[in-house]
């Protein structure tokens, strides 16, 4: 027995392994794909070697591997339980009395090791290579691109220089009617170069732009700086050939990346909680400045000292509170000059506090940003087993192997996924939610939904049938299906239209007598719905009465009477009472109020509906007895059969 448990755990690991091999480079493809469209814009034309971009592309790939796990766990699950129910292995495995739950042990297992995976790659790994990476990015932004001066336009990428070019020849690399602006040395000293042909071409170092221009003219201005007049002097120069040599960096130099060591993404966890304990005292610092320089300028306390005391007191000093008489005492020099003091002082003031709390802010935010990227080390991880517990379970319900449908599935929830998580992290950040909640909310989204499908899935529940779903929107909603009673091939036994008829006048006297007894078109009490103490069977009784009889009179051979028959309304019997049988859970529905006031309105609907109804009855009984006694003439229904 225990052979074949373990001969089966590496059956299903196989079958799992192979598809996850495939399904997670896929992922990872599509990812690097997906990162790489974002900065395709610093890549192209920088004529970056092909060890630069191999580099670029390794150091993003081990940054997207955890991004990529969750996706491929989830792809590989989904198609391996499909594949195993469409080929009825799963069936198999139930029917030889091994549960779902250890079927997929030795899976869970391992996907629990990939979660401590793309733990260790977050925590050790991905922050050297994302520090590598970003590394990398800027110096592909500051590279500067191929020379490839376009026709018509002046080209400015060259420091110093505006390069002009009337017409080029694509295939020879020769450029017809030149013209060079050289500023390198100043406005004032400007060199201005004119050729009817040249060329171009790099050094081989690429740190040099090397010119052949023909036939052309030099302009050079002579002015120093002890000349002043207007007049400025220059020099011409007509050549024949002239060779220009000028500096142009277009190789790729790797930068310092220490300016991106305060990246939080570039930290393993421990890193970032100290980072997260300097940033914290650092703005506690700046408010602590903040609040004593407003403590001892704008709101400081004026303290009065015992002489001061002893001087007002003897009428030597004068406390005013009126500073509106003050100011008016002043000249008008003296007021001009308070207030351009006191705006003065205020400006400073303002400056000084806005200052101050951009700082704040930019701390706060720099600490939320720590924070959110050291929770989701931990939640990116989780995903792993979450996408797991979805997958298998919905693989095994759907049993559809293959590409088709467990793609489409994998897409739609892992879109799910990833707008919650962008979503409530980027609120999260900004400081309008609860950091915790914002970086775990997808967590706590999927997590019951990947328990609800392995319950299901364990119980052989089925999840996706249509009709549950409808049939339970119609209760919601109160919608009904209508009777449809057809005329029988076949009829083994006539109706007894005799008690038939007296059964339809007892019917139409218990409609009669619940509409007399219950207002059912007024709108009911609050309290009476939410505190019934159990369901009334008066309706069910009716239901039940009514539903025998039309069952009795479809084996009906007249047409009218089995046209009639399709007017009875299918009735509701408890839903005009309370929203359910259960006393304590209407009493939490009534005092839950938006669920309260849904139900309420819903059973005054259905009071009004049942109060139609029940009149609906009586009406076509009553028709139904006319035609009986019209049919029936031989019978004399009207009469009491005792």
Not at 3 to 18: Q, V, Y
Request: net charge neutral; aromatic share 14%.
């Amino acid at each position: 027995m225990k052979l074949r448990i373990k001969k089966l755990d590496l059956f299903i690991l196989k079958s799992f392994l192979l598809l996850f091999s495939g399904t997670f480079f896929i992922c990872l493809f599509i990812f690097m794909m997906q990162f790489l469209w974002r900065y395709v814009d610093e890549l192209v034309g920088k004529g970056l070697e092909i060890g630069v971009l191999a580099q670029f592309f390794f150091y993003s790939g081990i940054t997207l591997i955890p991004l990529s796990l969750p996706l491929a766990i989830l792809l590989a699950a989904l198609m391996t339980f499909g594949n195993f129910g469409e080929r009825y292995e799963l069936l198999s495995m139930k029917a030889a009395g091994i549960p779902l739950l250890r079927i997929i042990r030795p899976l869970v297992l391992f996907c629990l090791f990939l979660s401590l995976t793309s733990f260790y790659f977050q925590n050790v790994i991905a922050p050297k290579a994302q520090m590598k990476l970003w590394t990398l990015l800027v110096s592909m932004k500051q590279t500067s691109p191929e020379l490839d001066i376009p026709e018509g336009v002046f080209y400015t990428d060259i420091d110093g220089y505006n390069i002009y070019v009337k017409q080029k020849d694509r295939k020879t690399g020769i450029m017809k009617d030149v013209l060079i602006y050289n500023f390198s040395d100043g406005f004032e000293n400007a060199h201005i170069i004119w050729a009817t042909e040249g060329s171009m071409e790099m050094t081989e170092d690429k740190k040099y732009l090397y010119l052949h221009l023909y036939n052309g003219e030099q302009f050079e201005n002579l002015k120093s700086q002890t000349i002043s007049s207007n007049n400025v002097p220059y020099r011409r120069e007509t050549f024949r050939e002239k060779h220009i040599m000028i500096e142009f960096d277009g190789g790729f130099n790797m930068v310092d990346g220490g300016f991106l060591s305060d990246r939080s993404d570039s930290k393993n966890m421990i890193e970032i909680s100290q980072s997260i304990d300097s940033l914290s005292a650092r703005a506690d610092s700046i408010g602590r400045s903040m609040y004593t320089d407003i403590k001892n300028t704008t709101y400081r306390e004026y303290k009065v000292t015992e002489a001061d005391s002893l001087q007002i007191a003897h009428g030597h000093f004068i406390v005013a509170n009126d500073y509106d008489s003050l100011f008016n005492a002043f000249t008008l020099a003296e007021k001009e000059k308070a207030l351009r003091f006191s705006a003065e002082r205020i400006s400073i003031l303002a400056d000084d506090w806005k200052l101050k709390s951009i700082q704040i802010s930019d701390t706060d935010k720099k600490i939320r940003q720590h924070e959110t990227d050291w929770h989701k080390k931990i939640t990116l991880s989780l995903s792993c087993l979450i996408f797991f517990f979805i997958g298998a379970p919905l693989g095994a319900i759907i049993r559809k192997g293959g590409l088709g449908l467990p793609v489409v599935i994998s897409v739609i929830i892992f879109v799910l996924y990833y707008i919650i998580d962008s979503g409530s992290t980027r609120v999260a950040r900004s400081g309008e939610m609860n950091m915790v909640l914002g970086v775990w909310m997808s967590t706590f989204v999927l997590a019951p939904i990947g328990a609800f499908f392995t319950y299901k899935s364990n119980k052989d529940s089925v999840v996706f049938n249509i009709e549950v779903y409808i049939n339970f929107f119609r209760w919601l909603l109160g919608l009904r299906p209508s009777r449809h009673v057809v005329k029988k091939e076949v009829i083994i036994k006539d109706p007894d239209y005799t008690r038939i008829y007296n059964d339809f006048t007892d019917l139409s006297n218990r409609c009669q007598t619940y509409l007399d007894s219950h207002r059912l078109g007024s709108a009911p009490n609050y309290y009476q719905i939410f505190t019934n103490d159990g369901p009334s069977n008066a309706i069910a009784e009716i239901s039940d009465k009514m539903e025998g009889l039309l069952e009795e009179l479809s084996n009906s051979k007249d047409g009218p009477i089995l046209n009639n028959l399709n007017n009875y309304p299918i009735l509701s019997t408890q839903a005009h009472k309370s929203p359910s049988d259960y006393r304590w859970l209407n009493i939490l529905s009534g005092i839950f109020i938006p669920a309260g006031l849904f139900f309420y309105f819903r059973i005054w609907m259905f009071s009004k509906r049942l109060e139609k109804d029940l009149k609906q009855i009586i009406k076509t009984n009553n028709i139904i007895q006319e035609r009986i006694k019209i049919e029936s003439a031989d019978i004399k229904p009207w009469k009491n059969s005792n």
